[in-house]
């Protein structure tokens, strides 16, 4: 009867142990936008379920109009959704890669593969609803 217990006890703290893992798991989210480049881009959207990667550059205007709506989404999808962001002068493989002719240019990642892609600027709730679509 006692062993029986001492089963139950372990598999409580299991269960516990795996709660509290999984809640760290959120704080490892960046808590803004972050910066990839051609090296660790693939690293980035692999390590996160969801990452929207904003192609963009320092002399487009349209580019700067989406800065505060992508911080803004930063905070409120932190521990969902990592927005990245990649600067086109400074990197030329990835966006290649990905065909980006025009910028802005969003790119949605589901598990490390493309899911969606969007051009121009974009309406904070134009980008929720994508993120609704491809949340869990």
């Not at 051609?38 to 692999?46: L, P, S």
Request: net charge negative.
């Amino acid at each position: 009867m006692d062993e029986s217990k001492d089963e139950k006890v372990e598999e409580i703290k299991k269960k516990m142990v795996s709660e509290i893992m999984s809640e760290d798991e959120s704080t490892e989210y960046p808590e803004g936008p972050v910066k990839v480049n051609d090296n660790d881009f693939q690293e980035t959207i692999n390590e996160y379920p969801l990452v929207l990667v904003d192609f963009w550059a320092e002399w487009c205007g349209p580019c700067k109009m989406m800065e505060p709506v992508l911080e803004e989404l930063a905070e409120e999808y932190q521990g969902e959704v990592v927005i990245a962001k990649m600067n086109v002068d400074k990197n030329q493989k990835v966006p290649s890669q990905f065909q980006v002719s025009s910028i802005p240019t969003l790119v949605l990642f589901k598990d490390g593969e493309r899911v969606d892609r969007m051009i121009g600027a974009l309406q904070k709730q134009q980008l929720e609803q994508k993120f609704e679509e491809h949340m869990n």
